[in-house]
């Protein structure tokens, strides 16, 4: 494997804008982007966007069905550096806390699961069921990494791109990959174009309670 691989699976919750982002931040990274779109989630990309299906998946380096089981990436022996579901949501999660999954994002967590490869689930709900926090907690216990794109408000974002950026930049971060999206605490990067914290004078006890 000469180019490294990611896998991305974009599930039906709200956000759909963070599979569509995290391709294009890949594609900048020179990652290879191994895509799956479940049927759910073209259902929110109408709701949510104005992307064509086409429009998508050629951000993507390959596609492949959400029914396509057969596809390289269900296989363990596919090698890449793990997989994002970007947004996922709670159903997928469920499939994959269970290992009962229906389709190909389902299976590809699995595989990635088993061969101790990275698993990242951008979980999108709120409020959360106790069934929903158990899901998570299954999956944790697994070895995946539960990270809901939550936004970063010392970095004060401009817009919400610029809070999609930072979710995904520190999503990268797991993998060992810098996209220069994430504004870090204290640090001289500010992607979401504001002074650090730390020229501003302030620090978390301005924030306590």
């Not at 699976?9 to 594609?27: E, H």
């Not at 296989?75 to 994002?84: D, K, T, Y």
């Not at 490869?117 to 069921?129: D, F, I």
């Amino acid at each position: 494997m000469n180019r490294q691989r990611m896998v991305v699976g974009i599930s039906g919750a709200s956000g759909f804008i963070y599979g569509v982002r995290l391709l294009q931040l890949l594609a900048e990274l020179d990652i290879e982007s191994h895509l799956v779109i479940s049927r759910a989630a073209l259902l929110t990309m109408a709701h949510e966007t104005d992307y064509k299906l086409a429009d998508v998946t050629a951000l993507a380096s390959h596609y492949h069905r959400a029914d396509d089981v057969a596809a390289g990436i269900a296989s363990g022996s596919f090698r890449c550096l793990g997989m994002v579901v970007a947004p996922c949501s709670m159903r997928t999660l469920a499939e994959i806390a269970t290992g009962t999954s229906s389709g190909l994002i389902g299976r590809a967590a699995d595989v990635t699961l088993k061969e101790r490869r990275t698993l990242v689930l951008m979980a999108r709900e709120t409020p959360l069921t106790l069934a929903h926090l158990r899901n998570m907690t299954a999956v944790t216990e697994m070895g995946g990494i539960i990270a809901p794109p939550v936004p970063a408000f010392y970095a004060r974002p401009q817009d919400l791109a610029q809070m999609v950026d930072h979710s995904l930049g520190r999503v990268l971060d797991l993998f060992g990959l810098d996209a220069g999206t994430a504004t870090r605490w204290r640090e001289p990067t500010t992607p979401c174009g504001s002074e650090p914290a730390r020229e501003r004078g302030e620090s978390a006890a301005n924030f306590a309670d």
